[in-house]
Structure formats: structure tokens, C-alpha cells
């Protein structure tokens, strides 16, 4: 039985197969046109999932899709209605994609894929709840998705038994936290479905000054989680904007405009928001374990990449447990409405152990061979040194040790917005230059950005206050007590952005101003090669935590084949890329020239 699961036509567009209820691969678009949070149809993401399973389109039973079009144009027509005749020109730009596109996916499907076989079609809750509970470990488990919004629901929550996903509760548009969030998003001056991370990053910096006024003008906030927003001071519902001008008066001056300079004002509105988000977190962490009576909790939804307030959820909430959706935004909805076909639809037996999800480590995307790799390299005539399997782990510790910065291209790529040692830029976690030197010459992305390490599963509370393994790079935990610097006096009296360049532990480069970190553990199952790296530079230097971020520069999505890797390790200051079993030398290569055929047949395509 074969299932592919799609999401698209509003932020990252994915594709994932499932066959005999195991998930084999998914890929988002953007990885393969390169048009970051590409949000079109997944051609090329489909395509590479029929490869990877050796089938093609008419070989599939079911396709199914993460949500219902009709239903998302009826809350769209009826939210236009409500408000008109405000909205009028963001009405006549939206309405011709509609009819002449989003309304007629099922024909669209059927006729690019020359696909007559049955079609299914859950809610966009249903498929990131199905996301989040069927590929967890949990045969039973209590499920919380919250996003801008689906059809109607912006947030639900409900229970997981064995194959079945029932929902409890939901809140409706245009009450939405991923919207309160990506409104601050807008306001803050970056740029919505996409620099929502940047707000949480840049939260440590400022002090919750606006929180009262966020809780006490902007949102409605009851006990148990749910809330109401004034919609007086926002513009989403029928305009192009994300606020108006009364939140602006509210805040007391206009958004930032985008690239201009961040202020500690812009730094306290980012704090603010995160508090509050995280408080709406926890009091619905606690209404729905106090509802469900169940000890685990599984999490999806754009907002449950906000990995602040999950690991608040673990540490203060109520549950024993959680597990993330890795892909917890749209991307993941493919793969959601893949497995709510195989379970609940199709009612096949489910059994989970209690310990290993069935996201296999979340690589699931395409993977170079090295007879591929060679092959791109001598066509390319680029120079490279062949390093065996076994020499990988202690070469590579070796250069890292040397503080040099490796592009590191291995095994099959992530999916999901997380770069998990597929496809991953890494360094020294101990130097305290490394965080500047590769936001601004390697990332070429904010300064006060954060890096996230990577640490040996067994050496993980060493170093992290998490007792849980966290594969997936979705929980904050703070660094170790024992590791932090004690600030001098000098150093207390800094604020803000001036606490970027402070020392504060024995592995700088990956611990934020608040002390924390975003925490990848992992183990020789899921990743057996990055796992022996991160042991050989622990053996070397006393250490089992790198930097790991994503293999990319700012505005464009992470590397997946050969030449992405090249071209991206050319156009930055890494100082060495691995490509399987090749590894390349900076200062050995030849400039790029842009009159190269292939590389402008790259630019090109």
C-alpha cells in the first residue's frame, strides 16, 4: 500500500511517501528550486519521492492532502464578508489564484500525476496531529498543534489512542498565537513565515516591558489557555499588513522598517511576546493534561518550533514527556496526512514501544552516493583529497579542533527546518570568536543570532540541564551551572546587544546571553558517523559538543545536492567542505567565474 502525503500553495510546499505504513522519504520544494519556503506545487519534491521508492504516480493507492480547500475558502470568503468593504484590493488579489488554482487541487493532482486512485482529504489540524502522535514513541499520548491557521482552527488539542486521533478543543480565526506572534514578527521589522525564529533569538536581549500591556490591550488570555485577540489593532483578516495603525499608537512608533538598525526597543518587544507566548503554552500544557489525563504530549504546528516555550513545557508542565514533530510546520502536514490515511482512514493496526519514534532521525531527503559526488567533482575539474571511511571521524575533529569551519555534507538530507548533521556547517563550541566569525562571514546573517551544538546523546546532561534525548534540535535547556563564567562587575552593567561579545561559559559559541541553548543530542543509531566525529573530538579535546547549524546562507534554504554544497562553501569563508569520502580545501580551489557554463546554467535553472 502506497501513501504520499502533500502539502503547498501557502508556505513550504512538501511531498512525503509511506508505504506499508512505514514513512521512506519527504523532501520539502524549496530544497529543489531553491526558493526558500517555496511554497508551490512539490513537483520536484513528489518526483523525488516516487524515485526513492522505485514507483511511479500510477502506482499509488492513495494521495493524500493536508487540508480541505473548500473549507479554507469559506472561512476566507466569510472573514472578507465580515469586514467588507475594508479589505477590498487584498480580496481582488487573493480571489483569481483561488478559482483559477487552490479550489480544484484534487483535478490539478490528478491530472499532473495522471493519478485516478482515491483521494483523501483531513483538516489541517487533523494532519499536524497526525504528524505529531502517529510517528511518535507514545501508543497513547495527549496532542497540542498551534499555528497562524488552518482552515478555521488555529489551535486544537485532542488524544492519540493507538490509530485513532480524536480532537477535543479548538480555537478559531481569527484568534490565532502563531498570528499574535508573526504580528510582532511584522512589527520587529522581519519577515513573516520565515523570521519568527529571529524574534526568539533575539528575546534574551530585551526585558518583558510590553508583557502587561501585550495581556492587558492585544489578547484576551483565560486560565485554562484559550483566549480572544482585539482585532482593532490588527490588519490580517483583510489587509496586507499585519498590524495597523493603532497598534503602532498602541506601541508608541511604526514597525521597524526591514534591514534598518535593531533597537533595545526592538529587542524588549521580541522578549515581551515570547513571555507571553510561552505563559499561553504552559496554561494549555496544563488544561489539556488536566482534560486528557494522559502523561505524555506530542506537539506540531508552526508554533511548536518555538523552542523556548517547549522546553519550558517540559521542565514547569504537567506532562512526563514530549515529543516534537521535526518537520512541526506545514512541510510536516504531508507527512500527517500520509499517515492519517494509512491509520485512521484506512484503520491498519498501530504499535509504538514506548521509545523510538518512526521519523528515522528525520533524514529522509535525498542522498549522494560517491560515485555521484566524484563524478560532480571531475566534471567540475575541482580539486579534492579522498579521506577513507574510517580517517572521516579523526580528520574532520582534527580540523574542528584547529578552529577551522567545515561545511559537512553527509548521508541523506534533513526534513525539516533543522539542520541535524545531513547537511550542516560545524565548529569549535569552545572558541569565543566562532559565533561572530559565522554569522557574519559564513552565514552573512544578524549578529545576535544564536548557534546551536550538537553533543553525544550519553554526555548531554554533562553539559545541558535536559535529562531526554532531543534529536530533533526542538528544546532550549540551560547550560550546566558549573560550566558558566562568572560575569565581572563591568560586564553586569551591560544590556542588551552589548552582551553579545561576553564570555559566559566554557563552550561560548553556543551558549545564548540568557545561558541557554538549543540542544541536538545524538546517538551511533539514528547518525553514525556525525555520532563518531562528535566522540573523536571529544577524545582529542575533552569535549562532545560542536556547533551545528544549517548548511546555507541567510535567505536561501539548506543545501541538498553536490553542487548546492559547492557553490554555497565557494561563495562563504568555510575553510573546508566534506562531501562523502572527498574533502575540499578552500584555499586549494579556483575562484569561482561566473562566465562558467555550469554555473550559469545553476543560476539559470
Known amino acids: 500500500m502506497k501513501i504520499l502525503g502533500i502539502s503547498c500553495f501557502y508556505h513550504d510546499a512538501a511531498a512525503a511517501l509511506i508505504v506499508d505504513g512505514k514513512l521512506i522519504c519527504a523532501a520539502q520544494e524549496e530544497r529543489f528550486t531553491r526558493k526558500k519556503h517555496d511554497f508551490n506545487f512539490p513537483q520536484h519534491a513528489i518526483d523525488f519521492c516516487l524515485r526513492d521508492g522505485g514507483i511511479e504516480g500510477k502506482d499509488l493507492d492513495i494521495i493524500a492532502f493536508y487540508d480541505k480547500p473548500f473549507l479554507k475558502f469559506e472561512r476566507i470568503l466569510e472573514t472578507y464578508l465580515a469586514y467588507a468593504p475594508h479589505g477590498i484590493s487584498s480580496f481582488l488579489q487573493a480571489m483569481p489564484l483561488w478559482i483559477k488554482q487552490k479550489l480544484w487541487i484534487k483535478d490539478s493532482i490528478q491530472e499532473k500525476m495522471s493519478f485516478k486512485g482515491k483521494m483523501v482529504f483531513p483538516e489541517h489540524h487533523q494532519s499536524h496531529a497526525a504528524s505529531a502522535f502517529f510517528p511518535s514513541p507514545f501508543q497513547e499520548a495527549a496532542f497540542l498543534t498551534l499555528d497562524g491557521v488552518g482552515e478555521w482552527a488555529t489551535a486544537s488539542y485532542g488524544v492519540g489512542k493507538g490509530n485513532h486521533i480524536e480532537l477535543l478543543g479548538e480555537i478559531r480565526f481569527p484568534h490565532s498565537l502563531g498570528l499574535l506572534y508573526s504580528a510582532f514578527t511584522y512589527y520587529t521589522g522581519f519577515k513573516v513565515n520565515s523570521g519568527e525564529y529571529k524574534v526568539m533569538g533575539l528575546a534574551p536581549y530585551g526585558k518583558p516591558v510590553y508583557k502587561d500591556l501585550i495581556l492587558s490591550e492585544l489578547i484576551d488570555l483565560k486560565e485554562d489557555g ?124 498501530r504499535q509504538a514501544d514506548g521509545k523510538n519514534d ?81 554569522n557574519l562571514k559564513i552565514k552573512f546573517r544578524e549578529s545576535f543570532r544564536p548557534f546551536a551544538p550538537s553533543v553525544t546523546e550519553e554526555r548531554c546532561a554533562d553539559y545541558f540541564d535536559l535529562d531526554c534525548e532531543s534529536p530533533y534540535m526542538l528544546l532550549v535547556a540551560p547550560v550546566k551551572e558549573n560550566l558558566r563564567r562568572k560575569m565581572t562587575p563591568e560586564e553586569q552593567k551591560l544590556f542588551g546587544i552589548q552582551l553579545l561579545n561576553v564570555v559566559r561559559s566554557d563552550i561560548p559559541a553556543i551558549t545564548h546571553v540568557d545561558y541557554s541553548a538549543r540542544v541536538q543530542t545524538v546517538n551511533e543509531k539514528q547518525h553514525p558517523l556525525f555520532y563518531r566525529v562528535l566522540k573523536k573530538f571529544d577524545e582529542k579535546c575533552g569535549c562532545p559538543v560542536m556547533i551545528n547549524t544549517s548548511f546555507n546562507v541567510r535567505g536561501e534554504p ?40 555550469w554555473l550559469r546554467e545553476f543560476e539559470l535553472d
Request: hydrophobic share 35%; aromatic share 10%.
Open 226 to 349: 484559550s483566549f480572544k485577540m482585539n482585532m482593532k489593532y490588527f490588519d490580517y483578516c483583510t489587509g496586507l499588513r499585519m498590524v495597523n495603525r493603532k497598534f503602532e499608537k498602541l506601541f508608541g512608533a511604526p514597525a521597524r522598517k526591514p534591514e534598518t538598525k535593531i533597537t533595545q526597543r526592538d529587542m524588549d518587544l521580541a522578549r515581551s511576546v515570547q513571555d507571553v507566548t510561552e505563559e499561553i503554552m504552559m496554561r494549555m500544557a496544563r488544561h489539556v493534561q488536566k482534560e486528557t489525563g494522559q502523561k505524555n504530549l506530542c506537539l506540531a504546528g508552526g508554533v511548536a518550533l518555538n523552542c523556548v516555550g517547549n522546553g519550558k513545557v517540559l521542565r514547569d508542565g504537567p506532562f512526563e514527556r514530549l515529543w516534537i514533530q521535526p518537520a512541526a510546520g506545514d512541510a510536516g502536514g504531508a507527512v500527517g496526512a500520509a499517515y492519517f490515511a494509512w491509520y485512521q482512514y484506512l484503520g491498519n493496526p
Open 358 to 438: 518512526s521519523m528515522r532521525g528525520s533524514y529522509l531527503g535525498p542522498e549522494y552516493k560517491d560515485d555521484e559526488i566524484l563524478d560532480f567533482l571531475r566534471k567540475k575539474n575541482i580539486p579534492y583529497t579522498r579521506v577513507a571511511d574510517e580517517a572521516i571521524p579523526e580528520t574532520v575533529a582534527g580540523l574542528i579542533a584547529g578552529e577551522k569551519v567545515v561545511g559537512w555534507f553527509e548521508g541523506r538530507m534533513e526534513f525539516g527546518p533543522r539542520a541535524l548533521g545531513g547537511r550542516s556547517i560545524i565548529g569549535d563550541a569552545r572558541s569565543p570568536k566562532m559565533q561572530e566569525t559565522m
Open 558 to 597: 539548506i543545501v541538498c545536492s553536490p553542487q548546492d554544497a559547492y557553490l554555497c562553501f565557494m561563495r562563504t569563508n568555510m575553510d573546508y567542505l566534506i562531501m562523502g569520502n572527498y574533502l575540499l580545501e578552500k584555499s586549494a580551489q579556483k575562484p569561482l567565474d561566473k562566465d562558467t557554463d
